[in-house]
Every structure is written in C-alpha cells, then in structure tokens.
C-alpha cells in the first residue's frame, strides 16, 4: 500500500523526514499488506528458489546441536520468516537427526503470518525477539532480514556532517541534507572526506545482533544471519527497492515497493562479539552450502526426480555462483560458549 500521500502532507507540514523513518515507515506499509515473495510478487529469496536452501541451513543447526550433546529444550527461532518455506525445510532436514525442537517465529505481518502457519503449523508467534523463551538454548535463523530494518543516513555537506533527510520538490520525494550539525554522529576515519560522501548504519541491525548475541551467550545456542551485505567498512548509500521484479527508485512511492540496504557484516561481528557470542566466521553463502553438501544433495535429488534435473541444476548454480548468489550473499555463523565450531566455518 502506497504511503506517499500521508508522507507528502508529513513532509509538507513538518518539514523532511530522516531517510531511516521513511524507510521504516515505507518497509512498515510494505510487509503488512502482502506476500511479496515469488513470480506474481517482487522478488524472490534463495528459500522459494529451492528446498535444497532450508534443508543445507537444516543440517548445519543439527550438526550444532549433536555437537552441543543434543539439548533437549533446544528451539528454533527465525525472525522474518517470509512464507515459512525455511523453516518448514530445515526442521525436516533436522528431524532426520532426531533434532524436533519447539518452533518460534517472529513475524510481525499478518498475511505472512497466515502464509507460515500453513507451512509451520505448530509454530508459535511472536511480534518482537523480546518474548521468545529466555531459558534454553536457540537455533535461529534469519535470511534476508536484517536488509530490511532501517538504516540511518548521514552526508558530508559543505560545512559537516548532517543527517540525510527525505524532502519534497513539488510531488517528488527527494533527498536532502538536514540542517543540524551531526559530526558528533560521526567515526573519525569518516570525519574529512569529500562533501557528498555518505555513510550508513543500521541501528535495528545491530540492535537485533545484539540481542541474539546476548541470549547465545546466556541460552546457549547458535545463530546463522544470511543476508547480501559487506565485510569491510564503506561509503555510499546502499538503499534500493525492487518492485515487480526489478530495481526500482527507493524513494518513488513508500510502500509499494521493498527496501533493503546492504548488511554491514564487519560491524555485526564487533556488536556480537560485544554481546558475548563467539563469531564463527562470516562466508559467501555459495562456499557455505558447498561445505554443507549442497552437491550431493542436488545429485541425489535430481536421480529421484528425473524431470526435474534441469531445474535442480539451475537452482544449485543460482544459489553458489559467484555471479549469482554464491558471494554477495554472506553467510555469519555465531554460536554460544560451549557450542561447535560449525561446519564450514571450522576450517581457517
Ligand atoms: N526470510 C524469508 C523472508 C524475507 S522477506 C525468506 O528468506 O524468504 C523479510 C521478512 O522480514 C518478512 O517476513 C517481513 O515480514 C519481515 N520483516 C521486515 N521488516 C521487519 C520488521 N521491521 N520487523 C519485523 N519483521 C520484519
């Protein structure tokens, strides 16, 4: 649902918006009026693109937790499950190790929420991390959520650094520099560069590390974050929207099409670290699936479903390629104190 015309009479009588409330705001409007997965919606994710996805992500929770003495109380959490098709895959592939834990998901949209219980039946909901057990140890998964919290924005001006706002010319929605000294905000590596320079942070990111950080290192576990994302510091704004497929201007129209800023991985390891998890490593998701057997499985699969062979193989490419999937997509293994060391990430 589109909000540009609440945000324009906003904007009108208050003045710009920061770009991080009008991500949030747009991000808000987007999630909870649709299923945006898939062909008929805007863009598809590596757990609609194959089962193979869910199953790899599966086994590697399983081995941690065999490896862990296999905890009893152990549950599965996953924020942002989109359809449910990842958690429905992986606890499959886990079941075949005897590993049943108790199912939490997070979600905070409706319709998504009706689309995981199909999948999930026996989950339960939660709108917040905040209410999931406190007690016991977590196997938690999020693909491509953190991509989705807002990110704050700042840029070099003339005289300093300001807060990089969202302001109208005439219906357009157009970016703008805020009017109040920011340099303060600002790490000193960043403090002279060129005026125009942008940085970015995530505070909902690092915020959700923080705390699963803080519960691995209180409720044991182990947590794998997948996203598209970096590994060393940057400059530049990384937000984009696709809509219907295809790359589309972020600041257009709020809420009919999907957010996402590139993951600052290098950041989230020091905030984990900080919370007290162990930071098993961050990868490209094609070396990760490659360690956890995805060859084998899309070999074993294809000679069970023959017809399906062509497709099996396009989806395996399509989820490891370096040109496709297999490198900007990151994947960031942490675990509490006594766990594993994670296959994949075992090896230096
Ligand atoms: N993990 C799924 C879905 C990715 S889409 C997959 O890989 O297919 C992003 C997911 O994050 C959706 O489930 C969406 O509802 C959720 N989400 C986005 N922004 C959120 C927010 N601010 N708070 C909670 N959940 C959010």
């Known amino acids: 649902m589109s909000i540009a015309p609440r945000l324009r009479r906003l904007i009108r009588a208050t003045g710009p918006v920061t770009v991080q409330a009008f991500m949030a705001e747009a991000n808000m409007a987007y999630y909870t009026t ?22 790899m992500i599966g086994l590697w929770l399983a ?19 989109g359809r449910g098709t990842l958690a429905a895959d992986a606890l499959r592939a886990m079941a075949r190790f005897g590993c049943t834990p108790q199912v939490h998901l997070v979600e905070s949209s409706p319709v998504l929420i009706a689309a995981q219980r199909e999948r999930v039946p026996a989950a339960q909901w939660h709108d917040t991390l905040a209410t999931v057990p406190q007690d016991r140890p977590l196997l938690l998964v999020a693909n491509e959520f ?50 125009g320079t942008i940085i970015e942070t995530c505070p909902g990111a690092a915020a959700v590390v923080a705390e699963i950080a803080g519960r691995l290192a209180r409720q044991g576990g182990a947590a794998l974050l997948i996203d598209y994302g970096y590994d060393q510091p940057a400059t530049g704004s990384s937000l984009q929207a696709v809509q219907g497929h295809r790359k589309v201007d972020p600041l257009a129209d ?15 390891a020091g905030v984990a670290r900080a919370g007290g998890a162990r930071h098993l490593g961050t990868m490209g998701q094609g070396a990760f699936l490659g360690a956890m057997g995805i060859a084998a499985r899309a070999s074993a699969l294809a000679r069970a479903l023959p017809d ?27 675990a509490g104190a006594d766990w594993p060391a994670g296959i994949g990430f075992d090896k230096p």
Do not use: K
């Open 63 to 81: 081995a941690m937790w065999d490896g862990a003495g296999r905890p009893a109380d152990a549950i599965y959490v996953e924020p942002g499950p």
């Open 146 to 195: 953190l991509d989705a919290l807002p990110v704050r924005q700042l840029v070099r001006a003339e005289h300093g650094w300001r807060e990089r706002m969202v302001g109208l010319e005439g219906e357009r929605f157009v970016a703008v520099a805020g009017d109040r000294p920011m340099d303060a905000a600002v790490p000193a590596r960043w403090a002279d560069a060129p005026p």
């Open 254 to 268: 709020p809420g009919a099409a999907d957010l996402t800023a590139l993951v600052d991985f290098a950041t989230l």
């Open 34 to 55: 649709r299923d945006p997965l898939g062909v008929t919606g805007d863009f598809i994710t590596a757990p609609e693109i194959s089962q193979m996805f869910g199953e």
């Open 308 to 334: 399906r062979a062509e497709l099996l193989a396009e989806a395996h490419q399509r989820l490891t390629a370096p040109d496709q999937m297999g490198t900007l997509f990151r994947v960031m293994g942490l």
